[in-house]
């Protein structure tokens, strides 16, 4: 996509894990018709979701937190670790201040509730490239 500058904007990369298969296949969609943004790929489960972020180096890795094998508070604290400057959106139906507060803590940079997320995680990850480039 050129820029007004005549630069081509690199699209944000986004990796998608949720092991609710229907809610990620609607996810796909309002991921992928933002211009800025595509799907590098997507998981069922957070030790997929660390397997395929080392693999495909994605922008940012939008994750659920209750997920069979690694749920998504461990993966989160490892993929801080290991990516550091990689953009943690956490997602979940669950209100539990304590789940928010142990991710937040784990490195994630937002975390969403699923009934607000359209609107919140667009915006969110709109802002990843202008935040990596000013690092």
Do not use: W, Y
Not at 20 to 46: C, K, M, W, Y
Not at 56 to 79: K, S
């Amino acid at each position: 996509m050129d820029q007004p500058d005549g630069t081509v904007a690199v699209p944000v990369r986004v990796l998608l894990v949720d092991d609710d298969r229907e809610f990620l296949e609607s996810l796909l969609p309002l991921i992928e018709h933002q211009p800025v943004l595509t799907v590098a790929g997507t998981a069922g489960n957070g030790l997929d979701a660390i397997e395929l972020a080392d693999e495909l180096e994605p922008d940012a890795v939008v994750i659920d937190l209750h997920m069979p094998i690694v749920d998504g508070v461990t993966a989160v604290a490892r993929l801080r670790k290991d990516h550091p400057n990689l953009c943690l959106i956490a997602l979940t139906g669950d209100p539990a201040p304590e789940l928010h507060d142990a991710v937040t803590e784990a490195g994630a940079d937002a975390v969403l509730m699923k009934g607000d997320l359209v609107d919140s995680l667009v915006q969110r990850l709109r802002s990843v490239r202008a935040a990596q480039e000013a690092r």
